[in-house]
T-cell receptor, first 114, second 111 residues
Framework: EPEVTQTPSHQVTQMGQEVILRCVPI?????FYWYRQILGQKVEFLVSFYNNEISEKSEIFDDQFSVERPDGSNFTLKIRSTKLEDSAMYFC????????????FGQGTRLTVV | AQRVTQPEKLLSVFKGAPVELKCNYS??????LFWYVQYSRQRLQLLLRHISRESIKGFTADLNKGETSFHLKKPFAQEEDSAMYYC?????????????FGKGTKLSVKP
């Protein structure tokens, strides 16, 4: 069964450093998302992406964040200058159609900023 | 504002007992709701959606617009049902929208 794959599973970085979280969505999916979950809190929407551009972003997704689909398979989330409060589990998701169809989630990347 | 509330952080039941995981929502339009489940060390996966009115793994959920609820129920809990359960609301915005999640309820089914 096809799956959304995320790498790395755990990333530790120093405050102020740039990190790139990688995702390989399911191959025939056209809609992509990033969510995050700070420990003990709810899963929160960051950004949605379709047709090589951002469809929507939340207020969390400020200028420090960017997304890219550099080739036909990868979908990346970059945090330019990490802060302690960026420590969270980051989930990538993809769906065949617009939201309302099933979104398939990756297993997550745990980002720890020290 | 759109919001999903899951009032229970933890629900503990014995095997064979009925289970009800509560979910209330706030949404001005016609809501679309999902239940996602996350088993230990696994990814979030869709359990069921209200529009399909299906039963998965013995779980059902009925949308009650009057009470703005979408509670998840199972008549006889099994140990393998132990997991985190998230209620999610579709929010349409931009060209594709996104999911608004509740905080989740941890279900623990004891033998």
């Amino acid at each position: 069964e096809p799956e959304v794959t995320q790498t790395p599973s755990h990333q530790v970085t120093q405050m102020g450093q740039e990190v790139i979280l990688r995702c390989v969505p399911i191959s025939n999916h056209l809609y992509f998302y990033w969510y995050r979950q700070i420990l003990g809190q709810k899963v929160e929407f960051l950004v949605s992406f379709y047709n090589n551009e951002i469809s929507e972003k939340s207020e969390i997704f400020d200028d420090q964040f960017s997304v890219e689909r550099p080739d036909g398979s990868n979908f990346t989330l970059k945090i330019r200058s990490t802060k302690l409060e960026d420590s969270a589990m980051y989930f990538c998701a993809s769906s065949e159609g617009r939201i309302g169809t099933e979104a398939f989630f990756g297993q997550g990347t745990r980002l720890t900023v020290v | 504002a759109q919001r999903v509330t899951q009032p229970e952080k933890l629900l503990s039941v014995f095997k064979g007992a009925p289970v009800e995981l509560k979910c209330n929502y706030s949404y001005s339009g016609s809501p679309e709701l999902f239940w996602y489940v996350q088993y230990s060390r696994q990814r979030l996966q869709l359990l069921l959606r209200h529009i399909s009115r299906e039963s998965i793994k013995g779980f059902t959920a009925d949308l009650n617009k009057g009470e703005t609820s979408f509670h998840l129920k199972k008549p006889f809990a099994q140990e393998e049902d132990s997991a985190m359960y998230y209620c999610a609301l579709v929010r349409y915005g931009g060209s594709q929208g996104n999911l608004i999640f509740g905080k989740g309820t941890k279900l623990s089914v004891k033998p």
